[in-house]
């Protein structure tokens, strides 16, 4: 059981491209979330799902954005990267029956 | 506004002292807690959460940790600790409809341990 697996791990952007990063679940988890880590600020929620083909924003959600078509996948698109979003970006999916949060390693995203 | 605050941004223990983790919150009402750690390079494992019921309570890894209503705080104890203990902390709150995947954490407590 691979949990929650995000891609990729180290990514290096310039300033103003584009990119995906990647989540998937295999626990058939109706919720899923994205949190960035920044240094001395813990996690901030960007934007989350509650099932397939329903988003919504969190505390943190200009410049990203996101898409559920599926149950399983849940990327975060960046569409201009700015230095402001070099962070520590960690997926997660939930189920009510549990209310247990599970997350992804991670993917360190540097903008330069 | 609701808030999580950890006052520690560093603790370092000794081998085998006891351990406790400072966690206060801001929210309306009674919310849902959680205790999650994190190693290096590594995301986030739940140690413990608090819904209801009895204000102690246990977790995993020989973790503890209690409910105080009246001072708004959530701490985390362990009675031992053991070098693979060395890691970050974070204390979380959540509403009881929508804690299952929105969680406001703290900025989290780096825990170091003396051989």
């Known amino acids: 059981n691979a949990g929650v697996t995000q891609t990729p791990k180290f990514q290096v952007l310039k300033t103003g491209q584009s990119m995906t990063l990647q989540c998937a679940q295999d626990?058939?988890?109706?919720?899923m979330s994205w949190y960035r880590q920044d240094p001395g600020m813990g996690l901030r929620l960007i934007h989350y799902?509650?099932?397939?083909?329903?988003?919504d924003q969190g505390e943190v959600p200009n410049g990203y954005n996101v898409s559920r078509s599926t149950t399983e996948d849940f990327p975060l698109r960046l569409l201009s990267a700015a230095p402001s979003q070099t962070s520590v970006y960690f997926c997660?999916?939930?189920?009510?029956?549990?209310?247990?949060?599970?997350f992804g390693e991670g993917s360190w995203l540097t903008v330069v | 506004a609701q808030s999580v605050t950890q006052p520690d941004i560093h603790i370092t223990v000794s081998e085998g002292a006891s351990l406790e983790l400072r966690c206060n919150y801001s929210y309306g009402a009674t919310p849902y807690l959680f205790w999650y750690v994190q190693s290096p390079g590594q995301g986030l494992q739940l140690l413990l959460k608090?819904?209801?019921?009895?204000?102690l309570v246990q977790g995993i890894k020989g973790f503890e940790a209690e409910f105080k209503r009246s001072q708004s705080s959530f701490n985390l104890r362990k009675p031992s600790v053991h070098w693979s203990d060395a890691a970050e902390y974070f204390c979380?709150?959540?509403?009881?409809?929508?804690?299952?995947?929105?969680?406001?954490f703290g900025s989290g407590t780096r825990l170091l341990v003396r051989p």
């Open positions: 997660a999916s939930s189920t009510s029956a549990r209310n247990t949060i599970y």
């Open positions: 979380a709150v959540g509403a009881p409809l929508d804690s299952s995947y929105k969680l406001i």
């Open positions: 799902s509650v099932g397939a083909g329903i988003t």
């Open positions: 626990m058939n988890h109706e919720y």
């Open positions: 608090y819904f209801s019921g009895d204000t």
